[in-house]
Every structure is written in C-alpha cells, then in structure tokens.
C-alpha cells in the first residue's frame, strides 16, 4: 500500500509501507485522551470566581453538580478529540510526535469510531442538563465548536489565525460552565432587560481574557510545533495554516494575545475583585516563564505530557493558584481605598 494525504488525495510515497494493525481496545480509549482531561481545570477559576460573588451555600446537592460538570465536560472533550484524531490521521503522519498517535498507527473502524463520538456526546449532553440549562449550553457550544476546528467544511484549524482563536475559546466555554455550577439558577427572564438573570452570567472582562490567555498559550504551542517541524512545506501538509504562518508572524501575535488579555483582565480586577491585583506581577511572570520554556528547541509546550516534566513550572502554577484562591476570599481594605482615593484626586 501506499501512503496518501487526506488533504490532497495525493500519493506521498510510491514505496510500499507495512500495513496498519487493527485498532483494539485501547486505542479506541486512546484517541478519546483522558490524559487530557486535566484541562477542564480550566473550569476551577469560573467555579471560585462565581463562589466569590453569589457565596452560593456549599452541600451536597452543590457537591454532585460539581462532579456531573466535571464529567460532562470529560465526556465533551473527549468526544471532540475522537473526531478530532480520526480527520486528522492523514495530517499527523508529518508531525513528529503525533504520527505516534493511535489513529495514525492503526487501522480504525469508522462506525466504532462515530459511535464512541455519539455517545461520549450523548452522555456528555445529558450530564450537563442535569447540571443546569446553563451549563448544558455550555456542553453543547464545546461540542460545536469541536465541529468547527474539525470538520470540514468549515475546520477552522486549517485557517491561519483563526485555528490558534477558534481552539482558545474553548477555555472561556470552560470558565463559563465552571461558573454555571455556582450561579443562581434563574427561570426564564420576563423581559430582555431583565437584570437579575443577565447578573447570572460571568462579565464580559474576564470571558475575553480568558480568551486571549488561551490564544496566547495556543499560539505558543503553534510557535513551537512550527520550529520542530523545521520544514514549512511539511509543516503545511500537517496542518494548512502552517503554510502562511512564520516564526516572526507567531511570535508577533504571542505578544497581541498577550497584552490583550492583560488590558481585559485589568479591567475586570478593578472592577469585581480588586484583591486580585496583587497577583497581577505573579502572572506576568507566569506568562514570561511558559513563554520562555516555549521558545527551547523541542519544548514541551507542545503537549501537556511534556509539560508536566517541568517541575519548577508546575510547582509555580500550583503556589499561583493557590495565591488567586485566597484572594478571592480575603480582602484588604487599603487596596480600595487607594483605588477610591485615586478616582477621586483632582488634578
């Protein structure tokens, strides 16, 4: 057999290659990632960020909505990255770690493979609804966004840019289910202006932030993928943004995602927890650290896996979180003062 690219539908190698094993078990568990699972701790931030502001009463009926969403998404996630691993083998053959990856390596069945899509899905879906409506929403814009970044024609990660905000954004949809948990849960509200329900939802500062902290993560990522492929034509036959992007264009909109997110999570310390200014020289240099271990030469921010082998990083990680836990909850009384004494200065 030969070895063909689904982008194309061009022969890549007249010699014969070995042909593929069959998929068993395991690699069907495989290419749903629950390794990956860790990144609906992404969730956590919208969970304490909501606690802080409705101090919604901590039981158990709160303790197992809690644990439903955390599934929910594991199941959301899971099932993107089936479609995902499926549409992608014939791209991930040109990436030097991902051709490892059992899609690529095996030989999978279609119906098993849109079947553990279905009902990774569909157990997904139901979980969230049992969570809140609003955080059913939140399950199925995940999901739908896994059919833009994957499938055609829409596949948002073939378009320059847009693949890098098209897969941050699923951290926002995070944030926001996170908080979902915590908030009130209102019926329908009686008018468009009704403010008590729109108060329900996390503010527009922190979303986009979130946002634009993801891009910046995600484009690091790019950045690094781009400099281990070392080649732009191979580079464009894994993924087709590669073909447009350069080292120096990924870098420049490092730095945008960067300062956006920094001005929008500015405007929302000021405005809903100004406690949390004290963490603002921690995350930038959260931000320096994983941009720095970003630019090695074949960085681990390529893959969580990898990343997790950079103890004094996650070390860090772990002691900022803790810092943002306790400045949710503690306040410190000077910190408003200054910023009332300062709105009222006259010049």
């Given at each position: ?301 390529q893959g969580s896996e990898k990343l997790y082998t950079r103890k004094w990083f996650m070390l860090y990680v772990v002691l900022f979180t803790i810092l943002l836990c306790i400045l949710m909850f503690v306040e410190i009384p000077w910190l408003h003062w200054f910023l009332q004494n300062a709105n009222n200065y006259e010049y």
């Amino acid at each position: 057999m030969t070895k063909t690219s689904l982008a194309s539908g061009e022969n890549l190698e007249n010699e014969d290659v070995p042909a593929l094993r069959k998929a068993g078990l395991n690699d069907y568990i495989r290419i749903a990632r629950p390794d990956n699972w860790a990144k609906n701790a992404f969730m956590i931030p919208g969970m304490l960020f909501a606690l802080s502001i409705f101090h919604t009463p901590f039981d158990t009926h709160l303790l197992i909505k809690i644990i439903l969403g955390l599934i929910s998404f594991c199941f959301i996630a899971s099932a993107n990255y089936v479609i995902n691993e499926y549409l992608d083998a014939g791209f991930d053959q040109f990436h030097p770690l991902k051709k490892r990856r059992s899609s690529v390596v095996s030989e999978v069945n279609p119906t098993i493979v849109y079947s553990e899509y279905a009902i990774l899905a569909i157990l997904g879906l139901f979980l969230g609804y049992c969570v809140s409506i609003k955080f059913l929403s939140m399950a199925l814009l995940l999901l739908f966004m896994g059919i833009m970044y994957n499938v055609k024609p829409f596949r948002s990660k073939d378009r320059v840019f847009l693949d890098v905000l098209s897969e941050s954004v699923n951290n926002p949809i995070r944030f926001a289910a996170g908080w979902f948990i915590f908030s009130p849960a209102l019926g329908i509200p009686d008018t468009k202006w009704d403010l008590d329900w729109i108060n329900t939802f996390p503010p527009v500062s922190i979303i986009i932030a979130y946002w634009m902290g993801g891009a910046f993560l995600m484009a690091t990522k790019r950045f690094a993928e781009y400099r281990l492929i070392a080649n732009p034509e191979v580079a464009g036959r894994y993924r087709r943004s590669f073909k447009y992007y350069t080292e120096n264009s990924l870098l420049v909109s490092m730095f945008f995602y960067g300062i956006t997110c920094a001005f929008f999570m500015g405007i929302f310390l000021i405005k809903d927890r100004i406690e949390l200014l004290v963490s603002f020289p921690f995350f930038a240099l959260l931000f320096s650290w994983y941009l720095r271990i970003g630019l090695l030469n074949d960085s681990p921010v390529q893959g969580s896996e990898k990343l997790y082998t950079r103890k004094w990083f996650m070390l860090y990680v772990v002691l900022f979180t803790i810092l943002l836990c306790i400045l949710m909850f503690v306040e410190i009384p000077w910190l408003h003062w200054f910023l009332q004494n300062a709105n009222n200065y006259e010049y």
